[in-house]
T-cell receptor, first 112, second 114 residues
Framework: EAGVVQSPRYKIIEKKQPVAFWCNPISGHNTLYWYLQNLGQGPELLIRYENEEAVDDSQLPKDRFSAERLKGVDSTLKIQPAELGDSAVYLC??????????FGPGTRLTVL | AQSVTQLGSHVSVSEGALVLLRCNYSSSVPPYLFWYVQYPNQGLQLLLK??????LVKGINGFEAEFKKSETSFHLTKPSAHMSDAAEYFCAVSGNQGAQKLVFGQGTRLTINP
């Protein structure tokens, strides 16, 4: 069974530039999560989707961050414009309803 | 509201020694509790979880954890450390009703000395 796929694995951009991350969850998993993991910290939930509906986006900084899951399968997280403080690892996870979360390898973002 | 505190950001043990990683939680509802492991440049992998059944939970790679409600603790142990156990370990809590988000601790980096 293929796991959660994320791309790119690494991204380096200059501040004020836009950036996008892509996540393909495990087949059949209707719940998808985006987490932010700062260096030396645990992951923090940014947004959770049930199918194509964002059911918890309370921690998503909506002035510069956006996410979509148009067909209820893969998802894209975007930052525009990026700031120095956005340097972190962005993790995607998926699960069946109320089930165990499976995490992808993450995208490591460096903003210069 | 829920939170997790992991005592000790770094733990170092000798190969073959007991591993003890401490986790205390706070939750206004009966919790589910989890331990995850993260190897360098990889995502998180579930070690074990407590979901209100047996208080002593056995996980993968010889790890286990005991839920102690009176102490609000969920410490992770392994009797004999192996070099391959070197990684970052995260404790997490969620509610036990429906799909609840995970709240993670700050992590404990485990180093194994030969």
């Amino acid at each position: 069974e293929a796991g959660v796929v994320q791309s790119p694995r690494y991204k380096i951009i200059e501040k004020k530039q836009p950036v996008a991350f892509w996540c393909n969850p495990i087949s059949g998993h209707n719940t998808l999560y985006w987490y932010l993991q700062n260096l030396g910290q645990g992951p923090e939930l940014l947004i959770r989707y049930e199918n194509e509906e964002a059911v918890d986006d309370s921690q998503l900084p909506k002035d510069r961050f956006s996410a979509e899951r148009l067909k209820g399968v893969d998802s894209t997280l975007k930052i525009q414009p990026a700031e120095l403080g956005d340097s972190a690892v962005y993790l995607c996870a998926s699960s069946l309803m109320e089930g165990q979360e499976f995490f992808g390898p993450g995208t490591r973002l460096t903003v210069l | 509201a829920q939170s997790v505190t992991q005592l000790g950001s770094h733990v170092s043990v000798s190969e073959g020694a007991l591993v003890l990683l401490r986790c205390n939680y706070s939750s206004s509802v009966p919790p589910y509790l989890f331990w995850y492991v993260q190897y360098p440049n990889q995502g998180l992998q579930l070690l074990l979880k407590y979901t209100s059944a047996a208080t002593l939970v056995k996980g993968i790679n010889g790890f286990e954890a005991e839920f102690k409600k009176s102490e609000t603790s969920f410490h992770l142990t392994k009797p004999s450390a192996h070099m391959s156990d070197a990684a970052e370990y995260f404790c997490a809590v969620s509610g036990n009703q429906g799909a609840q988000k995970l709240v993670f601790g700050q992590g404990t980096r485990l180093t194994i000395n030969p």
